[in-house]
């Protein structure tokens, strides 16, 4: 049977920033998925990336998807991100939250995803928050 669920990404805060302009430019993916399908909540080229200065956040306008996680299937939040550097680029590790099935229902929850600077200290955060979608 599965459930509908809402995602709603509110945004990226910046721990610490390990960078010689203090504040970290961020680029990449943001994404909810099951393992049979993903949803990109938020997709910023190389060159575009955002500006996110120590102890701050950076607000996305709050996009949504919906997408379906069936019986046996899990929902996973996520992002595929990097902080834009003049030589070359860094990767920030690429976790994901696992929501099971019975976390989804009418009560919204809030599910944040840390990453760090694989090459580098700088720490972020990626908000969502799931609810059941009827």
């Not at 902080?83 to 070359?88: A, G, T």
């Not at 720490?123 to 059941?132: H, K, L, N």
Request: hydrophobic residues 35%.
């Amino acid at each position: 049977m599965g459930k509908n669920a809402k995602v709603t990404f509110h945004g990226i805060f910046c721990q610490t920033a390990d960078d010689a302009g203090s504040n970290i430019e961020v680029f990449g993916k943001v994404y909810a998925r099951t393992q049979s399908q993903t949803n990109v909540l938020w997709d910023v080229q190389d060159g575009d990336g955002v500006n996110i200065a120590p102890q701050s956040v950076y607000l996305p306008g709050q996009p949504k998807t919906t997408i379906t996680v069936h019986d046996n299937e899990a929902l996973f939040l996520g992002a595929r991100l990097f902080e834009e550097d003049d030589f070359e680029n860094d990767k920030f590790d690429g976790r994901e939250k696992r929501v099971e099935l019975f976390d989804i229902n009418s009560a919204e929850k809030y599910f944040p995803v840390p990453l760090v600077e694989v090459d580098g200290g700088s720490r972020i955060r990626v908000d969502f928050t799931v609810v059941e979608d009827h």
